[in-house]
């Protein structure tokens, strides 16, 4: 007994020395080897995730290691990225300040020595510190990953291919949710338990990618074969199922805005059962109550973290070109994502424009319109920009243009019978921002994004004629009132 205790002893003191080495031995280190080391980390862990993502993970405990892996390595991107940029800030004059106009603009006033020292927006960070928990943190995480990558290589490939190029990647297929999407796979292809169709409910806020999340999962190829049919139905005609022509094993997705009678659902749910007990039901809504109606734990989806969404921001933003290459321009993707509010359309469609002209004029040009169209349509409104772009509510963008121009309101888009019944001119806005004269006459419709990914959504509104302006139109706002445009 006497010489267990004696070995645990000494095991115990031999880890204590060890662990004070390497304490003062990362203390030693200089903010270089740790930015070195930080990015070899990133490296190895983009690469775990890049092939879990190709890969069929039915393993609920990996899947769990895989969300920790990838948190970890989006705020270590983060980190990295706000440290390259204190050190731009920090150089002052030798960097950043050598374009007069960028410290005018971007300070707002003329740039003084002290100020530079001290951060630029929420850049206000301790490198040292950051760095240094950053590292701790991924190294954690990887080191425990030995397991998941021996699991990881025994996984079934999927069939799709990869693009080279993370921009080509982001902005051609879903970005991030590998968890998500997994859970929603495994669902979809395991046996029903209860002898009749499983129900899946897929809850999350307005414009989080439910709909883009359950068309992304049916693009794989495995899942496809799996089923006969995809049925697409909403609260209005979801008790309207066809028995007599629909056979095999389907799968149905139904999209609720509001909740819906248990009578209602029972009905249908019977209706889909006749049909084929193996089918699957997947629940499409933002309200929680309807989580009642599923047979399985339901998938709940959010905005995206901040180290996510600055990630995809920066990589739309940049496109193929090299963020590297563009120091100055790395300092105000902070502002914009500040501005945007986490917004995927927002995100997608201000990239859009930032990369048609990677120059810091232009960047500069963008941010200080975009700054001005949030200021005044916060005075009007008493919302931020961001809110009001996420629920469609009317919007003065006319500050977003070149001036002088005419007034540009955005109201919500047309219905689709109103669509049907009159075709307007369409127009992007990237377009109309760089050329203004391609602005048609009259109304028209103006596309802020059309998204690469299924289920392919455009995201529009709809622009009256400056005579149509000039009358009073009823906008929602803070408090009801009345205003002229």
Request: hydrophobic share 40%; proline share 4%.
């Amino acid at each position: 007994m006497e010489a267990v205790l004696s070995a645990a002893a000494g095991d115990l003191v031999s880890r204590f020395l060890s662990f004070l080495i390497n304490m003062y031995s990362d203390i030693a280190w200089s903010e270089e080897k740790r930015v070195e080391r930080l990015q070899q980390l990133l490296l190895r862990a983009h690469t775990v995730v890049e092939e879990a993502d190709r890969r069929y993970i039915t393993n609920s405990g990996m899947l769990q290691q895989l969300r920790m892996l990838s948190r970890a390595m989006y705020h270590g991107y983060y980190v990295l990225d706000t440290f390259k940029c204190n050190q731009l800030i920090k150089e002052g004059s030798k960097e950043v300040m050598t374009s007069a106009s960028f410290a005018a603009t971007y300070f707002g006033t003329p740039l003084k020595r002290s100020r530079a020292n001290t951060g630029i927006g929420n850049h206000k960070v301790d490198d040292n510190y950051d760095l240094h928990r950053a590292l701790l943190k991924l190294e954690s995480v990887i080191s425990n990953m030995t397991e998941f990558v021996i699991l990881l290589s025994g996984c079934e490939a999927m069939m799709f291919r990869r693009p080279y190029d993370t921009y080509l990647y982001v902005d051609n297929f879903m970005f991030s949710r590998q968890t998500e999407k997994q859970q929603v796979i495994n669902f979809l292809l395991q046996h029903n338990p209860l002898g009749s169709p499983s129900v899946l409910p897929i809850i999350g806020g307005r414009l989080v990618g439910k709909k883009t999340l359950v068309k992304h999962v049916w693009n794989d190829e495995k899942v496809r074969s799996h089923f006969s049919s995809v049925l697409y139905f909403n609260g209005d005609n979801f008790h309207g199922i066809d028995n007599e022509s629909t056979s095999g094993r389907l799968l149905v997705v139904v999209t609720f805005v509001s909740d819906v009678g248990d009578e209602k659902w029972i009905s249908f749910y019977q209706a889909v059962t006749s049909i084929c007990t193996e089918s699957k039901v997947i629940i499409i809504s933002r309200m929680e109550s309807l989580e009642r109606y599923g047979t399985v734990k339901p998938i709940h989806l959010s905005r995206l973290e901040d180290g996510e969404y600055r990630y995809l921001f920066k990589t739309l933003a940049f496109g193929s070109a090299h963020a590297e290459d563009h120091p100055k321009l790395t300092l105000l993707i902070e502002e914009f994502i500040k501005l945007l509010g986490g917004s995927f359309v927002g995100a997608y469609s201000v990239a859009n424009i930032l990369r048609k002209d990677l120059s810091l004029r232009f960047w500069l040009s963008m941010l200080n319109r975009y700054k001005n169209v949030a200021k005044i349509n916060l005075s009007m409104f008493g919302e931020p920009l961001s809110v009001r772009f996420r629920v469609r509510y009317p919007i003065d963008f006319t500050d977003f243009l070149p001036s002088p121009a005419a007034p540009l309101h955005l109201m919500p888009p047309r219905t689709e019978t109103e669509v049907s019944g009159r075709k307007l001119p369409k127009i992007r806005i990237g377009d109309i921002i760089v050329n203004p004269s391609l602005r048609p006459k009259g109304d028209f419709d103006l596309v802020t994004w059309e998204s690469q990914i299924a289920p392919y959504t455009e995201f529009s509104y709809h622009v009256p004629s400056s005579a149509q302006q000039r009358r009073k139109i009823t906008l929602r706002r803070k408090r009801d009132t009345t205003i002229c445009l």
